[in-house]
C-alpha cells in the first residue's frame, strides 16, 4: 500500500514557506510549483493523497479552478480533501460533495484537458447556526472524544461546540461525541455543521463546528459550567 501523502500546489515564491507549514511526519509531502500543474494532477490521480493543498492565488486562476474540478469530478479521489491555504495560515472552507456534470478522464490526456478547461465556481461551505443558544468560551485546555479521537474544545453551548482536531472532520458527517471530566461522562449524538483545514506548528488539523443532536441540555450546561472561561 502506498504511503499516505499530502500534495501542496503554490508559486514557486510561495512553496518553501508552505512546504514548512505544510510537512508532517504521518504523511508524505509531495510539493510543486503552479507551472507543474499537469504534472501535479499525474501525481494527485496515481497516489490519490488524503489531502490536496492549494495556494489560495493559485486557486483562483482558470487553471487551479479546472484542477479543483477534475478532482472532484474523478470517483477514484472522492477520498482526496481539496483545501486552499494562504501563507498568513488563512484558508477556504468548500462544498464536500462534487459537482455534477464533472469529467473524469485519467492519464495525462485526462490532466491536460481538465487544467485547460474553462472553470466552474468554486463554493464556499454554508455555515449552519450552532449559535442557537449562548457560547461559552474554554479555559485552558480541554479535550473531548469526537468519534473516539481526542480533540480540544474551543467554545460551547448547550446546542454546539467549535472543536479543533488531528483526525478529519468533513461537513455533515456524523458521529458519537463524549464530554468526559471528574463531573461525569456526556454522550451524544453530534453532526459536522462546517469544517476547514488549517495548517499549525505542529502540522495540520481540522477545525469543526459541531450541532449536537440530542445531547441532555442540563448535563451540557453543568459541564459549561465546570470548564468556561470566568
Not at 26 to 37: H, Q
Not at 66 to 86: G, M, Y
Not at 148 to 166: C, E, F, K
Not at 190 to 217: C, M, Q, T
Amino acid at each position: 500500500m502506498a504511503q499516505p501523502c499530502t500534495v501542496l500546489i503554490a508559486s514557486a515564491d510561495l512553496l518553501p514557506a508552505l512546504k514548512e507549514r505544510t510537512s508532517s511526519n504521518e504523511s508524505e509531502l509531495l510539493a510543486f510549483s503552479d507551472a507543474e500543474a499537469l504534472r501535479a494532477l499525474e501525481t494527485i490521480t496515481g497516489r490519490k493523497p488524503a489531502i490536496v493543498a492549494l495556494e489560495r492565488v493559485f486557486a483562483g486562476t482558470p487553471r487551479g479552478a479546472a484542477l479543483i474540478n477534475r478532482i472532484k469530478a474523478d470517483p477514484t479521489l472522492k477520498q482526496s480533501e481539496i483545501v486552499v491555504i494562504a501563507p498568513d495560515g488563512d484558508f477556504s472552507r468548500f462544498k464536500s460533495h462534487a459537482p455534477p456534470g464533472g469529467q473524469g478522464g485519467g492519464g495525462a490526456a485526462g490532466a491536460a484537458a481538465a487544467v485547460a478547461a474553462a472553470p466552474a465556481p468554486v463554493h464556499t461551505l454554508d455555515q449552519r447556526g450552532t449559535r442557537r443558544a449562548p457560547r461559552f468560551r474554554i479555559a485552558g485546555q480541554v479535550d473531548v472524544l469526537v468519534d473516539g479521537n481526542p480533540a480540544t474544545l474551543i467554545d460551547i453551548s448547550t446546542v454546539g461546540a467549535q472543536v479543533v482536531s488531528g483526525a478529519v472532520l468533513k461537513p455533515n458527517q456524523r458521529l458519537r461525541m463524549s464530554l468526559t471530566d471528574e463531573g461525569g461522562d456526556v454522550r451524544f449524538r453530534a453532526a459536522v455543521a462546517w469544517a476547514s483545514f488549517e495548517i499549525s506548528s505542529k502540522g495540520p488539523r481540522y477545525r469543526a463546528g459541531i450541532e449536537f443532536l440530542d445531547a441532555n441540555p442540563q448535563a451540557v450546561d453543568a459541564y459549561i459550567g465546570r470548564h468556561k472561561a470566568s
